[in-house]
């Protein structure tokens, strides 16, 4: 299916529009690094995978309306400490700026997470998103247990990215786990709260296209 025929699919199925949960709306500098790693097919990407939406955030955001997506994630995430809190406030203004867009949040383990998850939470935020291939941590690190207690309202998700697909450790450090190469330990039963969320997407394969 090509974009073109996307309104005439969910308008057969007699929906008012799409929902997608899974679009990135990033920092400027951070969209810059991130599009340039995936020109480079970088370690944690290994194949080609082409960034087909190259555009101002606008462009895409009237692309998005046009397809009939109604509403729409910004999701950023972590890969160190000291970067979701400002993450946060740049996504969650996003989506004060932009119709359809959902009000989206991230955090990592570090000890002011349950401070900035809160003040998100607080704020607006309905999706949290986190990557735990990228950021190279366990979900159940022990600095992650109070998110539980921060979860947002009904109605709201968490979305995670696992990963599926076994990678070269990466440097040490304090908040990285080898368990997160090989799969999370466990079974999502066995997480903490916040690491059972409704929404769950796994690291696939690409599908030629990135926004």
């Known amino acids: ?42 370690p944690l990407v290994g194949v080609e995978w082409p960034i087909r939406y190259r555009w101002p955030d606008a462009d895409r955001v009237a692309h998005l309306d046009k397809l009939g997506v109604r509403a729409f994630t910004a999701l950023a995430y972590a890969h160190k400490p000291g970067m979701a809190a400002d993450l946060n406030d740049w996504t969650l203004g996003f989506a004060r700026e932009t119709p359809g867009c959902v009000p989206s949040a991230t955090f990592y383990p570090e000890p002011s997470v349950t401070s900035y998850v809160s003040s998100a939470v607080s704020s607006g935020a309905r999706v949290f ?83």
């Open 129 to 211: 998103k986190v990557h735990l291939q990228v950021g190279g941590f366990d979900p159940v690190d022990p600095l992650l247990a109070p998110c539980g207690a921060c979860s947002p309202t009904p109605g709201s998700r968490w979305s995670y990215t696992p990963g599926t697909r076994r990678w070269p450790p990466r440097s040490p450090g304090p908040n990285r786990s080898p368990r997160c190469w090989r799969g999370t330990r466990g079974s999502p039963r066995s997480w903490p709260t916040w690491a059972r969320p409704t929404t769950r997407r796994s690291s696939t394969w690409p599908r030629g296209t990135n926004g």
């Open 1 to 42: 299916m090509n974009d073109s025929e996307v309104p005439a699919f969910w308008q057969a199925l007699g929906l008012p529009g799409l929902a997608d949960v899974h679009v990135h709306f990033l920092p400027p500098r951070m969209l810059r690094r991130v599009w340039a790693y995936f020109d480079a097919a970088g």
